[in-house]
């Protein structure tokens, strides 16, 4: 009525009431009356908003990958944004233009940039592989920007949601994959057998290390069995050549005392022999009849003994001599 109006806002909107050129009154959620013809409004979502996005970039091999994602920010001085961009609404709160879709592209903009200059250094594998690496440039290089400063945009996050390539090329790298892991999975296969063997190398190492240790064990064994029984047999020697040692020692005093025995016995004899000799020398000369009749023997059978001497010694002077077999009987019986 008359150009007055009145209007009302949420309380994550942001309002400036400039009035003949000035602001008349700002703030959160206002509601007012105000007079149309020397009024403008403007208003300014505080909200965070999340912006998806879609790029199509080239790689260093020149393969194009599709990165799909989305940035999430919100405006935390809704001056410096109202300097920059029109955020002005009619009398029913309709913004006059579409200056949200700006702000949009323009951060867009920027989150392709700091992509571009990324993925354009890396290979197809790897830009596929570096979802987190592409998410920290965007961020990076939106936080960094002196257009979002200027516009008083606060950067809540980037997220990455998918990093593709052509169907084609996907099933290429698919089959190269697909190849690469049959070929792991043999040489897997290769390994294990490999390994087997060579376990099995080590066992048989083993247990022909164990059997010569075995060898050389009952080697020693033997060889000091062997020395034992040299020892033994040096002993033995050792023994047996001390006990000939003795015996000869032995034989060696007993022929000493045998010879000394022998000595003795002959001086003995000779001494016996002198003895005789010189007890018997006054005999020597004596005649035997003498000697005969000092015995003091003078019977029959030795005077017939004699005799029979006598005639024995003259048996040249002798022509026939007679002898009775009773003489001699009677002279054998007595």
């Given at each position: 009525m008359f150009g007055f109006t009145h209007i009302k806002f949420d309380s994550m909107t942001y309002v400036l009431h400039f009035k003949n050129g000035k602001i008349a009154r700002e703030g959160r959620g206002l509601s007012f009356f105000y007079f149309a013809p020397n009024s403008s409004i403007v208003a300014i979502p505080l909200g965070s908003n999340d912006l998806p996005f879609i790029f199509n970039e080239n790689t260093n091999d020149y393969q194009t990958v599709k990165i799909q994602g989305q940035i999430s920010y919100k405006v935390t001085d809704p001056k410096a944004l109202s300097n920059t961009l029109d955020f002005t609404v009619d009398g029913e709160g309709v913004y006059k233009k579409n200056d949200i879709e700006k702000l949009n592209q323009r951060i867009i903009n920027l989150a392709q940039t700091a992509t571009s200059s990324f993925v354009h250094n890396l290979s197809l594998k790897e830009a596929i592989r570096s979802a987190k690496q592409i998410e920290d440039h965007i961020l990076k290089g939106l936080i960094d920007s002196e257009s979002i400063k200027s516009m008083g945009i606060e950067i809540l996050g980037a997220n990455i949601l998918a990093v593709q390539t052509t169907p084609e090329m996907a099933r290429a790298l698919e089959t190269e994959t697909r190849e690469?892991?049959?070929?792991?999975?043999?040489?897997?296969?290769?390994?294990?057998?490999?390994?087997?063997?060579?376990?099995?190398?080590?066992?048989?190492?083993?247990?022909?290390?164990?059997?010569?240790?075995v060898e050389e064990k009952q080697k020693q064994i033997e060889e000091k069995r062997m020395e034992?029984?040299?020892?033994?047999?040096e002993n033995n020697r050792i023994l047996r050549e001390m006990k000939i040692a003795a015996d000869i020692s032995v034989e060696n005093q007993r022929k000493k005392l045998?010879?000394?025995?022998?000595?003795?016995?002959?001086?003995e004899a000779e001494t016996q022999g002198y003895i005789l000799e010189t007890s018997l020398k006054p005999y020597k000369e004596i005649d035997w009849k003498v000697l005969t009749a000092l015995s003091g023997r003078q019977d029959a059978r030795n005077n017939i003994a004699l005799a029979f001497r006598e005639l024995a010694e003259n048996a040249g002077k002798i022509g026939n001599l007679n002898i009775s077999p009773d003489l001699l009987d009677s002279i054998l019986k007595k």
């Open positions: 690469k892991l049959q070929q792991q999975a043999d040489e897997a296969i290769y390994e294990r057998r490999n390994f087997a063997v060579e376990q099995e190398r080590k066992i048989k190492e083993s247990e022909l290390n164990t059997e010569i240790a034992t029984e040299v020892q033994q047999e045998i010879e000394q025995k022998t000595e003795n016995d002959r001086k």
